[in-house]
């Protein structure tokens, strides 16, 4: 089975700019979750998506923005980026519910200069 | 509410044992364990449930006491490639928003 994959593996953007990372979930895995990782802290969670809808949401403002796809891929935008976006944004999907833990994708590094 | 993990790290050398633990002030509903190994995703290890069993993972354990809102994960005989970071991760119910704690820095050394 394939794994999470996250596109692309690195990113560098300036100050106001948009930008868009994607997630290809696991096969059979139909949630799909988005993290931010600051260097040295744990991941804080986005939102979760759960066929095509958000299914919660964490402490981020509305420019960070999501969709789901029928085939469970997922997108994660993020409008007018500030120098305190730069992250690590992990992509991880599972079961409905997370019953069985959440699979990883190895994330994208975003730097804003 | 973010679970809170403690120590926050701790050494050890290849062959003894250590306790991470992990405490809510929110009613917990299940709690995962992830490993995280520097430059790397996190690594599901196990899933408690409320009203579950403890689960263990060859010599990784771990126990769930929904009473006192706390997971204790429990690593025995540690082994080199046990070293990385802990993360516990709570979800709070129907509302499913999923917190990490800090994390437990884990340094086994030879």
Known sequence: ETGVTQSPTHLIKTRGQQVTLRCSSQSGHNTVSWYQQALGQGPQFIFQYYREEENGRGNFPPRFSGLQFPNYSSELNVNALELDDSALYLCASSPPRGQLGYTFGSGTRLTVV | ?110
């Not at chain 2, 809170?4 to 995962?32: F, T």
């Not at chain 2, 069993?53 to 540690?78: D, P, R, V, W």
């Open chain 2, 1 to 110: 509410q973010q679970p809170v993990q403690s120590p926050q790290a701790v050494i050890l050398r290849e062959g003894e044992d250590a306790v991470i633990n992990c405490s809510s002030s929110k009613a917990l509903y299940s709690v995962h364990w992830y490993r995280q190994k520097h430059g790397e995703a996190p690594v599901f290890l196990m899933i408690l449930l409320k009203g579950g069993e403890q689960k263990g993972h060859e010599k990784i354990s771990a126990s769930f006491n929904e009473k006192k809102q706390q997971s204790s994960l429990y690593l025995t005989a540690s082994q080199l490639s046990y070293s990385g970071t802990y993360f516990c991760h709570n979800s709070g119910g129907s509302n499913y928003k999923l917190t990490f704690g800090k994390g437990t820095l884990l340094t086994v050394n030879p």
